[in-house]
């Protein structure tokens, strides 16, 4: 950057950036830090042609100047997108309902499970039109007397808008269930856009995620590996990313942190982008994984799924129960740049806008009564603090927390919800919290802390009104504890990142995951069991073994033969000393993931029957086949009477006892032994 010649650079980029260059121009040049639209206000009449709209028979053409946006009519699918000489950033090639569309998985009841259904509309209406902007909309609307017909039971209006002067266009839905319709499960919701094959290579989801993805091409001639999605590439026309291992779920991210992500194009430059502004209309709070974007090229917008979670998180719709919700909007976001030696710029700039579209966040330019403007919403704040006299006497500060308003449920019920909206912020050092643009209607306070075990939930219900503010003032958190800490394994943050991930076989990596932070990431982590504990399960002595290299990051089955699995048991060692016969100890058993498992845990006896304490069958969110370091989280307080622990050496068996195949299994997040109270 510092090699640039500034004033020949910035002619040349407010030309081909546009919207996004302007920006920076008057951020530097007037040291405004306000966001987009007040700044284009000033230059709008001058720079930017009127958004004008051309209805055809079967199609409707919205047109900025910037970009155009041909979209069919009635169903409301983009058919192309044309923008900075290329004349369709989509893949045209594609059928017209597999281009830019919306879908839905759901089952009918009773019935056929996973059907994927497409969004079409059935009528198209012009909501705004004025040279400033064009919002339309495309709905569907249900038939009762169609039921049985095999459409799901929603109206869905879909919405896009675009502005004078933006690079990009908004969309979004509004679902509705009329009360009296029958039951129906919803298991995904999306929106997908296929770009164009033969100009979109590089895909960026974070700064250090981006690479050159392999084709459609290059998969078909792939081989399929042990779970469905994963393909080891043999045949690939980039010779790049041959004996590379390429699966979709290896670029999925936290909701949290997915904020903009998409494709750029070298010839000529321009970048393609979603960018979610909030995480209102996403389920699952905050940590939920979602898919991003993957080879296609294919980019994303999830706004529910189950993934990382499984059936728990279907939206289950009774018979006769109404519903609504807007997913969105979203901003789909196109950037140039004049030379390709600045692609990477592209992504800068993706990442800059995306941070403006945060700013700028609730909306105030869509025409849906469905989508409150900032007036209508009302503001939560308050501060969160601890009590664990085993760590302080006094209270201690709830210190980055994530807290959040989520549907009236139960401890935790946060994490397997998503008919509702959710709205979570993160605490300061001292806990202090505000969670602003809260959509009206009524919630419960929920909240976890790094570094400490368990779920805070306030039982008082939280309504809110438009423009009501809510002080909460100090909550005070009492996490699960019976006991001092005798000992403890990992740090309680939801995740199993802390603990050993092997490197992968080298003949199945990703190499964009080598020495890679999330290294988790890697293909057939769960066979590197086998090979590292081939004859003897994983023994953990306290006070010797390191958990970052000695607690392997899953508990999985013993790989024999691929077809017979073994279920293990893991050891923790450790010495007892002044046992004290008066009171239980607790052993506090954090799981970050569960997949068709069951935990069994046992002191000192690694034959009891029963087990002293099992977990049960529990979890289906196959976060170890689709390489998440966590699904959903799962805390034990297992009482454990004195007299099952000896003066000197103890051993705790961990058996994870369903054995079926490799993909079965636990993640710990976390595991301490506390000593009997008082003590
Ligand atoms: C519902 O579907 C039935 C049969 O297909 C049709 O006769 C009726 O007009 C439809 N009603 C509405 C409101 O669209
Ligand atoms: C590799 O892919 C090309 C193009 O699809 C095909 O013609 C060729 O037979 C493949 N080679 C092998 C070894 O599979
Ligand atoms: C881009 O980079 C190449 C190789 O470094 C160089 O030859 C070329 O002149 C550059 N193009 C521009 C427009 O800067
Ligand atoms: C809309 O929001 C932007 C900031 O995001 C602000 O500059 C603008 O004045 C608002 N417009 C109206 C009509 O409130
Ligand atoms: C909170 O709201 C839920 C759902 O609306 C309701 O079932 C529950 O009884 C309420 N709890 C309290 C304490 O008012
Ligand atoms: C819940 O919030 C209310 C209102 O701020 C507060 O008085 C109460 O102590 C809180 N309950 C818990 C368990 O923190
Ligand atoms: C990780 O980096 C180290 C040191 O640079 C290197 O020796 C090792 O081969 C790398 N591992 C992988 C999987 O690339
Ligand atoms: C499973 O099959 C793969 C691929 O054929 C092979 O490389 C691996 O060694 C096998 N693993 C075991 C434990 O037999
Ligand atoms: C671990 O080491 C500490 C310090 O030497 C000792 O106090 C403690 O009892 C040991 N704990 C176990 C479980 O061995
Ligand atoms: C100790 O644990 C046993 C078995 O879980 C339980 O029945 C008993 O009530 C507990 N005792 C105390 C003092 O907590
Ligand atoms: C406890 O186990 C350690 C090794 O893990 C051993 O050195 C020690 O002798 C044992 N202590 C007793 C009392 O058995």
Avoid at 265 to 275: C, K, R, T
Avoid at 282 to 307: D, I, Y
Avoid at 576 to 587: A, S
Wanted: charged share 25%; net charge neutral.
């Amino acid at each position: 950057m510092e090699k640039v010649n500034w004033s020949r650079h910035w002619l040349s980029l407010v030309g081909c950036l546009g919207v996004n260059l302007l920006v920076y121009f008057f951020l530097i040049d007037c040291s405004d830090k306000a966001p987009l639209r007040r700044i284009l206000s000033n230059v709008k009449d001058k720079e930017f042609s009127d958004v004008k709209l051309y209805t055809h028979h079967q199609q409707v053409v919205v047109d900025n100047g910037l970009l155009q946006v041909i979209l069919s009519r009635p169903d409301g699918d983009v058919l192309g997108i044309k923008y900075n000489g290329i004349s369709n950033l989509l893949e045209d090639r594609n059928e017209k309902d597999d281009r830019g569309y919306w879908d839905v998985v759901w089952n009918q009841p009773d019935g056929r499970e996973g059907i994927v259904e497409r969004i079409a509309g059935t009528k198209f209406k012009i909501v705004t039109e004025h040279k400033d902007q064009v919002e339309l909309s495309f709905s569907k609307t249900w038939n009762v007397s169609s039921h049985g017909k095999g459409s799901v039971p929603l109206n869905v209006d879909r919405r896009y808008i675009l502005q004078r002067g933006i690079s990009g266009y908004y969309t979004y839905a509004i679902f509705e269930r009329v009360e009296g319709w029958p039951k129906v499960d919803l298991g995904q919701i999306r929106a997908v856009f296929k770009l164009k094959k033969d100009k979109f290579h590089y895909m960026a989801l974070s700064d250090d995620k981006q690479r050159i993805m392999p084709t459609q091409k290059d998969r078909e001639n792939s081989q399929a590996l042990a779970y469905p999605e994963a393909v080891l590439l043999t045949n690939t026309t980039n010779p790049r990313v041959r004996g590379e291992v390429d699966d979709k779920y290896q670029y999925s991210s936290e909701v949290k942190d997915d904020k903009v992500h998409g494709w750029i194009s070298l010839d000529p430059p321009v970048g393609f982008w979603i960018i979610t502004p909030s995480e209102e209309f996403r389920s699952a709070g905050p940590t939920k994984q979602e898919l991003t974007s993957h080879v296609g090229p294919t980019a994303l917008s999830m706004f529910m799924s189950t993934h990382y979670s499984g059936k728990d998180l279907e939206m289950k719709f009774e018979d006769r129960e109404p519903w609504k919700k807007v997913f969105g909007p979203i901003f789909v976001y196109l950037n140039s740049v004049s030379s390709k030696n600045d692609s990477q710029k592209l992504w800068e700039d993706a990442t800059k806008q995306m941070s403006l579209e945060v700013d700028s966040w609730p909306y105030n330019f869509t025409e849906s009564s469905d989508f409150p403007s900032v007036d209508q919403r009302g503001i939560v704040s308050g501060q969160l603090l601890i009590r664990d006299q085993y760590i302080n006497k006094r209270l201690i500060w709830g210190r980055s927390a994530y807290v959040g308003l989520a549907t009236p449920g139960e401890v935790g019920s946060w994490q397997r919800e998503s008919k509702g909206y959710q709205f979570w912020t993160q605490a300061d050092n001292e806990g202090h919290f505000v969670i602003k643009n809260v959509r009206p209607g009524d919630y419960n306070l929920y909240a976890w802390v790094p570094g400490v075990i368990g779920d805070y939930k306030n039982d008082t219900n939280i309504t809110i009104k438009p423009g009501w503010e809510i002080k909460l003032g100090a909550l005070v958190y009492e996490p699960p504890r019976h006991g001092p800490t005798l000992w403890e394994i990992g740090i309680p943050d939801r995740t199993a990142a802390e603990f050993y991930v092997p490197d992968p076989n080298p003949s199945l990596a990703n190499r964009l995951y080598n020495n890679h932070s999330e290294k988790f990431r890697q293909y057939g982590l769960w066979d590197r069991y086998a090979d590292l504990y081939h004859d003897e399960d994983l023994i953990y002595t306290i006070n010797v073994s390191d958990y970052r290299k000695d607690w392997f990051f899953a508990h999985v089955n013993r790989n024999i033969n691929n077809r017979t699995y073994e279920s293990t048991t893991w050891q923790i060692k450790f010495e007892l000393h002044n046992l004290n016969k008066n009171g239980n100890y607790t052993l506090q058993l954090a799981l970050a993931s569960a997949s068709a498992a069951e935990v069994q845990v046992r002191f000192n006896d690694a034959s009891a029957q029963p087990a002293h304490f099992s977990t049960g069958f529990i979890g289906r969110d196959n976060a170890i086949a689709r390489h998440g370091i966590h699904g959903l989280y799962w805390l034990y307080s297992i009482d454990a009477t004195s007299n099952l622990f000896h003066e000197g050496n103890n051993t705790i068996y961990l058996r994870q006892s369903r054995s079926g195949n490799t993909f079965q299994g636990v993640m710990y997040d976390y595991l301490r032994l506390e000593g009997p109270p008082g003590a």
